[in-house]
């Protein structure tokens, strides 16, 4: 009856090492820039070789972040020309 419950406390004991391991090693989420230079939020276990910033523990983190360091261009507005009056 002791070896039963001590074998079966060792296997508790692995499981939530186990567990434990698996959150820690957990995706991290990283703004990155493609070859277009267009700015993403991704997730990913490491580093990317297009790496801007991170790592982030959750998207919306990371979407501040983007809007930080890849700002949308202002759209500016078409100048008008006005044509000049001939006397």
């Known amino acids: 009856m002791l070896k039963k419950a001590v074998v079966l406390m060792a296997v508790a004991v692995f499981a939530l090492t186990c567990t434990l ?3 820690a090693a957990e995706k991290q989420w990283y703004v990155i820039k493609d070859k277009k230079g267009v700015c993403k939020v991704i ?5 990317t070789p297009a790496y801007l910033a991170g790592p982030y523990p959750s998207k919306d983190a990371a979407r501040k972040a ?6 949308k261009p202002e759209k500016k507005a078409p100048e008008k020309k006005i044509p000049e009056k001939k006397s």
């Open 21 to 23: 391991c698996a959150f």
């Open 43 to 47: 997730q990913a276990k490491e580093k």
């Open 66 to 71: 983007k809007e930080e360091k890849c700002p």
